[in-house]
């Protein structure tokens, strides 16, 4: 079995700083993209940011400039630096990620972190 395991969210004040970390365990053979998701109370997940195995991040327009993804493969860990937080970042964080145990790759989420935005 896979599990992906977030951790680092938490309450920081407007204009803070906060670091995500996602780590992935099981019997895994690659790790594909790996993405970080963010969801608002009623309202369907969206994407914040997402990594290929050799880089190369993605940012939809709303993220650009205040986040940063990374990964470190021999780890199969992955992070997301968030800066200038606003009260409206305010949501539950998740960790997605594309791996391959055996046969083609799969989908795995993780169980999510708590992010909150206020003074």
């Known amino acids: 079995q896979v599990q992906l395991v977030e951790s680092g969210g938490g309450l920081v004040q407007p204009g803070g700083s906060l670091t995500l970390s996602c780590a992935a365990s099981?019997?895994?053979?690659?790790?594909?993209?790996m993405r970080w998701y963010r969801q608002f109370p009623g309202k369907q997940r969206e994407l914040v940011a997402s990594?290929?195995?050799?880089?190369?991040?993605y940012y939809p327009d709303s993220m650009k400039g205040r986040v940063i993804i990374s990964r470190d493969n021999n780890k199969n860990t992955v992070s997301l630096q968030m800066n200038n937080l606003k009260p409206e970042d305010t949501a539950v964080y998740y960790c997605?990620?594309?791996?391959?145990?055996?046969?083609?790759?799969?989908?795995?989420w993780g169980q999510g972190t708590q992010v909150t935005v206020s003074s």
């Open positions: 099981g019997t895994i053979l690659h790790i594909y993209t």
């Open positions: 990594i290929g195995y050799v880089g190369a991040p």
């Open positions: 997605n990620a594309d791996i391959k145990i055996s046969g083609n790759a799969q989908g795995y």
